[in-house]
């Protein structure tokens, strides 16, 4: 999904062209939605995960619904990979978030000590910069589906 990785329970029920929906929390409904597997993840590229569920499938699908409208989205405390988490019973944190961050806490550190004159824009441009590359680095292990 570009620089980020999109997280989503994968579920029991199938949209008309036979692919399953997909719950997830995203800016775009900034909500959870259970919604057809084309409209989350589009014409990109398709990677599942490997994630060990700490409850079984039906609860962890009832917890999911059970946010479904209800869950609000926020990039840095509530967003996919924290709902993820969440509803299976893991951890809730998300390693992009905190890659990003101290990735951006690193850029800055850098243009600061490397520029004679480090303006806002200069180092701005280092913590997306950095920021970016960590959030890229810090992707899940991964396999083609």
Excluded at 66 to 89: K, M, P, Q
Excluded at 95 to 112: E, M
């Amino acid at each position: 999904m570009g620089t980020y990785q999109h997280w989503s329970i994968v579920t029991d029920q199938y949209c008309q062209f036979g692919k399953p929906k997909l719950i997830s929390a995203t800016r775009r409904n900034k909500t959870v939605r259970e919604e057809p597997w084309d409209v989350v993840v589009g014409d990109r590229k398709t990677i599942v995960a490997e994630l060990y569920p700490k409850f079984p499938v039906p609860e962890i699908l009832a917890r999911a619904r059970s946010h479904i409208d209800s869950w609000e989205y926020s990039a840095l405390t509530g967003n996919c990979e924290h709902f993820v988490a969440f509803v299976t019973g893991h951890e809730v944190k998300s390693s992009q978030v905190r890659a990003g961050v101290v990735g951006a806490t690193v850029g800055v550190g850098l243009v600061n000590s490397i520029s004679e004159n480090p303006t806002f824009l200069k180092l701005l441009a280092g913590a997306v910069l950095v920021g970016g590359i960590a959030v890229l680095a810090s992707g899940a292990k991964e396999r083609e589906y």
